[in-house]
């Protein structure tokens, strides 16, 4: 007897690819640019899209969606830096976000007085990578601490993305960690990278990446239906 393979992956990620491009339709008939950013657990994620929030919550309309694995601890602390709702998404167990829970998301949030959506993806640099959720661009965080061969590590992560940011480098001092080694390690699984060096907690560096969020709140272009 003849054995028939259902590919329930390849099945499942077309739907999501399809959703995807309903939510990249939408940001885009309200012209407004969508991050998911990737990053291992404890990369400092969180603490950077805080730093975001208080540097620049008052002149630019600033959405988050925030996914978690079990709590919804990330999206508190972000709502504590904002007076916009922050959608938080449990994905009980899930190692990534997909286009349907942003979907979803998005709908609890007020698209025609929004400048960017955030999307804060679940910590891992694995699955979050395979799933498009409809973003403009997806950007890489990784820290000091992690080790410059991330990105030959986890490579689909980093040929997919428009920007790496590498956080913690007020620990530089403390751990062997070489920024042009990382960058170079970077460059060859995708040469296009535009980089960021931040420390999200002492400040330093952080001026380019908010220039970037400011850029692209600012290019926001309705797209006619």
């Known amino acids: 007897m003849a054995i028939r393979t259902i590919e329930v992956r390849e099945k499942v990620m077309a739907r999501n690819n399809e959703i995807a491009g309903e939510v990249r339709a939408r940001l885009a008939a ?8 990737i990053s291992s657990p404890g990369s400092g994620k969180t603490l950077l899209l805080e730093r975001t929030l208080e540097a620049l919550g008052d002149r630019l309309r600033m ?11 990330d999206a508190e602390r972000l709502a504590a830096r904002t007076d916009r709702l922050v959608q938080a998404v ?20 007020d698209l025609e007085e929004t400048d960017l959506v955030f999307v804060e993806n679940v910590g891992n640099l694995v699955c979050p990578a395979s799933w498009d959720l409809g973003e403009t661009a997806k950007i890489v965080i990784f820290s000091v601490p992690e080790g410059a061969d991330k990105p030959v590590k986890y490579p689909r992560a980093f040929a997919l993305a428009t920007h790496v940011v590498i956080n913690k480098i007020d620990l530089l001092p403390y751990v062997p960690f070489d920024v042009d080694q990382a960058i170079a390690y970077a460059r060859q699984v995708n040469p296009d990278l535009r980089f960021f060096t931040t420390s999200a907690l002492t400040g330093e560096g952080m001026d380019e990446w908010l220039e970037l969020v400011r850029t692209a709140a600012a290019a926001r272009q309705p797209v006619a239906p």
């Not at 959405?63 to 601890?73: F, H, K, L, M």
């Not at 190692?95 to 949030?109: E, F, G, Y």
């Open 30 to 37: 309200h012209g407004i640019p969508a991050f998911n950013l």
């Open 63 to 73: 959405a988050v969606v925030s996914g978690d694995v079990q709590t919804s601890n």
């Open 90 to 109: 449990v994905t009980n167990g899930a190692c990534h976000l997909d286009a349907l829970q942003v979907s979803d998301a998005l709908d609890a949030l």
